[in-house]
């Protein structure tokens, strides 16, 4: 089975998580993210770039009414450097894990956790509280593929939810939100494995998932079920000016 690429995982991402609208301003693709958060607003090299092409993502951002920033993805050094001269601060250095799907145990149903779409309104309430609020809850709805909330309920009370969409033979899981009286019980692991039987039961092979270094308990999650992070990338953001 070949490992997807990390190219493979940044489209399955763009195709999972997608902006309100992607604009082609070569050699950038820009990203229109309607207050989706940063993944559906950075800016993206599409070819080779050179430090003068910053200028031309700048202004395309700020013409979308977004403040500059960029993506950095593996073998982007030299426009890491152009950024880093300009005065653009690193934001959320984010790690990529990976696994296949036949590593997952036990892939089998778990009677407390719902896979459906639209979420319910208790899902809803849950995502909130953890600030994934109706903007990010429209990036979800514009997702085109396979996919659902996966909800955990105790006692009648929603104690987890998480989005899984699928892109090909990958599947794609955002915003896992844990309530936190239902910490620390292995709750997460459940949701997680829920995702993974979701997943296998809509076609794909591979689940990923993308999740900001300073998120240690997270991280500790996925590198205990045996997922391998298999790439990293951070952003950049332009300098505020001054008043």
């Known amino acids: 089975m070949t490992v997807p690429s ?12 997608p902006p309100a609208r992607f604009v ?7 990203r229109e993210g309607a207050g989706g958060g ?42 890491d450097e152009w950024l880093q001269s300009r005065a653009y601060e690193i934001v959320d250095p984010v ?15 778990d009677a407390e956790i719902q896979a459906d779409w639209p ?5 809803l309430a849950l995502w909130a509280g953890g600030g994934i609020g109706p903007a990010r809850i429209a990036v979800m709805e514009r997702a085109k593929g396979a996919k659902t909330a996966l909800v955990a309920t105790d006692d009648q009370t929603c104690s987890g939810v998480a989005f899984v969409a699928v892109c090909g033979r990958i ?26 039987h979701w997943t296998a039961s809509n076609g794909a092979a591979w689940l990923s998932l993308m999740v900001t270094r300073a998120n240690t308990p997270a991280n500790a999650l996925y590198r205990g079920l045996g997922m391998r992070e298999v790439g990293a990338y951070h952003y950049r953001r332009a300098p505020k000016a001054k008043s």
């Open 6 to 17: 990390t190219q493979d995982l940044f489209h399955a991402l763009d195709e999972t998580w």
């Open 24 to 30: 082609k301003h070569s050699p950038w693709l820009l």
């Open 38 to 79: 940063q993944r559906v607003s950075a800016a993206t090299a599409i070819t080779e770039v050179c430090e003068s092409d910053i200028a031309i993502a700048e202004e395309g951002m700020r013409a979308l009414g977004q403040h500059p920033l960029f993506m950095l993805r593996p073998g982007e050094d030299a426009l």
């Open 95 to 109: 790690a990529i894990y990976l696994m296949p799907l036949t590593e997952v145990i036990p892939l089998a149903t």
């Open 119 to 123: 979420p319910n309104a208790e899902a």
């Open 171 to 196: 599947a794609m899981l955002h915003a896992l939100e844990v309530a936190p009286s239902a910490r620390r019980v292995g709750l997460g692991r459940r949701v997680m494995n829920a995702a993974a």
